[in-house]
């Protein structure tokens, strides 16, 4: 599966931005996706993910509240909103076949930047 992160872009602190990943190449049906990020001199950390069926979301704790990650057929979503600046960062979206494993299929990244 090929995945296509997309809308990204700067944004005013306590703004939104909606970021998309398009999957192609195979049915994405039966595979939890997820979003990192990356902020500048920091490793990627886990944001968010959400199982095949859309019925199971796990936070990390900083976005809780703030960000809401969906999918529908081949493009999963991340709503983010009261965006902070230490927000700011790449952000990757991955997939993984099933549940519980590691991510093996990544997109590129996406720049989000938040001004204070």
């Known amino acids: 599966v090929q995945l296509q992160a997309s809308g990204g872009g700067l944004v005013q602190a306590g703004g939104s931005l909606r970021l998309s990943c398009r999957a192609s190449?195979?049915?994405?049906?039966?595979?939890?996706m997820a979003w990192f990020r990356q902020a500048p001199g920091q490793e990627r950390e886990f944001v968010a993910e959400?199982?095949?069926?859309?019925?199971g979301t796990t936070y990390t704790d900083s976005v809780k509240g703030r960000f809401t990650i969906s999918r529908e057929k081949n493009t999963g979503y991340l709503q983010m909103n009261s965006l902070k600046p230490e927000d700011t960062a790449v952000y990757y979206c991955?997939?993984?076949?099933?549940?519980?494993?590691?991510?093996?299929?990544w997109g590129k990244g996406t720049l989000v930047t938040v001004s204070s």
């Open positions: 991955a997939a993984q076949k099933g549940y519980g494993g590691q991510f093996g299929y």
């Open positions: 190449g195979h049915s994405f049906r039966s595979y939890t």
């Open positions: 959400i199982t095949s069926s859309g019925s």
